[in-house]
């Protein structure tokens, strides 16, 4: 409802006739005046200024260059006449000095007619009015009759020189007639100098003019303006004052205080104004009130929910314009959503519907999107990388242990007729004499132990085993194991690297030593030159910490494939290899709680890393 809307009769109910808009037809009234003179002055000062503008355009860009050019020219005259003088008061001297400065008098003018004509040329392309096109164009007319006066003046030096050069029969009369051409050409350059200094002289008086009768009548203009703007303030202040008590319960309502009623009689603006402010009050308390209970009620919900999400472990994300507009902690804790900002890149390149293995910074994410609102979308997800890796490792496991149980029953038939025959070997060798025959029976056994070596690899494929504790220096038990495979790496010419400061936890040591054991072998098989193993210890919670072990070698490597099958049982790439090795360390690691991994480095070589727990002595 307006505050200026006619009120109702008691009795009738019919519209009472609206209060007379004075204060408001004052107010107008005063500042139009204001206005008006105000903008009087402000156009006649830029009018002013525009016409001072064009005469300083036309005096920087017209004629103080060609007053330049008129004072270059005044120069080149002036030596031209001096050099006349000479000529005529003495004979003819060596021709060649007079023929070089005239040539030199002809290119500097010659040069200051070509930056007169440009100059006029430009102004003429940029002037509007008459008498300044009219005096430039004159000024190109001089600059002319300067340049054919010129060039009459090089015939007649010209003539005077041919006179010269024959015997100086004619000199006189040449002396007489390259006078007069010179005559004509100091006084068409007089001309033209004293044309543009009349001019300048002109523009800068018209110049001053103007800016005397813009400053008087922009300064009356002015004066107006400030004088009604005073009496348009008087008549507000005085037209308001009774305002005041309205005022003062506006900015108690505006604090949020409950305004008394005003007690406005009549029927003028302000009495209208305040029996309107009075029912904005009341409609505005009941709003109040009804607005209070929403809120409380929206606040207990947005609690309820905000409890649900900040609890779930789902990250749940909304989306709106391309920046997350709501995120649960899980959000922001897994992908960095953050409200207000943008989505990772990552998430905002995906298109709608259900995303499995997502992956982003070592993890892997199931995601869905769908829409939600008119341009949003609603993103829910869950880590799941351990979720993956526990089925990967459940599928291997249960690889191996299958492979296991078959090799376990294969190794089982074929140990004993295995150890028979070693057993009658060794007998048939202690009783043979020939040399030759006892070597074939030691390749015999040779080859036997070759088999228990390898069905015993079988049978640790088979069972799984529990971890062993022991107390140890990791440090100390590396370099162990690089001493008793010393002679395998010198003959190999390889050189071991131990890094690590000494420290003593308890830990699967048989573990360690055959992972390491059978990391040393493959790297002297894939033809490294250098390892380098070092050991360090990872912080953990209460009283058990990480023993991460790293070793690096320096051999050809693997490709991605090769890598990622690297633990496959069975799996080799060498000739004489089963594809055991890896496979029986990474699961025996994993039996008691750790893990290898195997990661292609950018500088080439191969880097395994073991990790297993190690509880604090």
């Known amino acids: 409802m307006s505050l200026l809307h006619a009120e109702r009769a008691a009795d009738g109910g019919r519209p009472v006739r ?55 020219m005044e120069a080149v005259t002036r030596q031209l006449d001096r050099e006349h003088d000479r000529l005529a008061r003495e004979a003819p001297g060596p021709l060649a000095g007079h023929r070089a400065n005239a040539a030199l008098f002809n290119a500097s003018l010659t040069d200051a007619l070509a930056d007169g004509d440009r100059t006029a040329q430009a102004v003429l392309d940029e002037v509007r009015d008459s008498d300044e096109r009219q005096a430039v164009e004159m000024m190109a007319q001089l600059l002319g009759e300067i340049g054919t006066a010129q060039i009459e003046y090089e015939l007649a030096f010209r003539a005077w020189l041919a006179a010269a050069e024959n015997g100086g029969e004619q000199l006189p009369s040449r002396l007489a007639e390259l006078d007069t051409r010179r005559t004509r050409l100091l006084l068409t ?40 703007s005073a009496l348009l303030a008087a008549a507000a202040l005085l037209s308001l004052r009774p305002i005041g008590d309205l005022t003062e319960q506006v900015q108690r309502l505006a604090a949020g205080d409950r305004p008394g009623r005003l007690a406005a009689e009549g029927n003028d603006e302000v009495a209208v104004l305040a029996r309107e402010f009075d029912a904005m009050v009341a409609a505005v308390a009941e709003r109040d009130r009804r607005l209070k209970e929403r809120a409380e009620a929206l606040d207990r919900l947005r609690l309820r929910l905000q409890r649900v999400l900040d609890t779930i472990h789902v990250g749940i994300v909304v989306v709106e314009h391309g920046h997350a507009a709501v995120a649960n902690p899980a959000a922001e804790r897994m992908w960095g959503a953050t409200p207000g900002k943008p989505l990772p890149p ?195 919670g209460r009283d058990e910490d990480m023993l991460e072990i790293r070793v690096f070698d320096d051999g050809p490597g693997m490709d991605a494939d090769e890598a990622r099958r690297a633990f496959d049982p069975f799996f080799t790439t060498k000739a004489q290899g089963t594809g055991l090795g890896l496979a029986i360390s990474r699961q025996e690691l994993e039996d008691v709680g750790g893990s290898l991994s195997c990661v292609i480095p950018p500088e080439g070589g191969t880097l395994f890393t073991m990790v297993l727990p190690a509880v604090r002595a």
């Open 18 to 72: 609206r209060a007379p808009r004075t204060l408001r037809n004052r107010i107008l009234a005063a500042f139009v005046l204001a206005l008006a003179a105000s903008s009087g002055a402000l156009g006649y000062g830029l009018v002013q200024l525009r016409d001072i503008g064009a005469a300083l355009t036309i005096l920087d860009r017209g004629y103080l260059p060609l007053a330049g050019v008129a004072a270059r």
């Open 189 to 228: 350059v007089g001309h033209f100098g004293q044309l543009v200094a009349g001019r300048i002289s002109m523009v800068s008086k018209r110049t001053a003019q103007a800016q005397t009768r813009a400053f008087a009548v922009s300064g009356a203009l002015s004066l107006l303006a400030v004088l009604l």
């Open 346 to 540: 990552w998430m905002a390149s995906l298109s709608g519907g259900r995303h499995e293995a997502v992956p982003w910074e070592n993890h892997q994410y199931d995601l869905e999107i769908v829409p939600f609102g008119a341009r949003g979308a609603l993103v829910v997800g869950e880590e799941v990388t351990q979720r993956l890796r526990d089925r990967e490792r459940l599928a291997r496991s249960e690889r191996l242990a299958i492979v296991g149980q078959m090799l376990a029953q294969i190794t089982h038939e074929v140990r004993n007729p295995l150890n028979a025959m070693s057993l009658n070997a060794e007998l048939l060798s202690d009783e043979l004499e020939d040399e030759e025959h006892r070597d074939m029976l030691a390749t015999i056994n040779q080859e036997i132990r070759r088999l228990e070596t390898l069905t015993g690899r079988y049978l640790e494929l088979a069972r799984g085993r529990r971890a062993e504790l022991v107390a140890a220096d990791p440090v100390a038990l590396i370099r162990g194991v690089v001493r008793v495979e010393e002679e395998v790496l010198r003959r190999a010419g390889v050189h071991v690297d131990v890094e690590g400061l000494p420290f003593v936890r308890e830990f699967d040591v048989d573990t360690v030593r055959r992972a390491l054991r059978n990391l040393l072998r493959n790297a002297v098989e894939a033809g490294a030159h250098r390892v380098g193993i070092s050991a360090e210890l990872q912080s953990g």
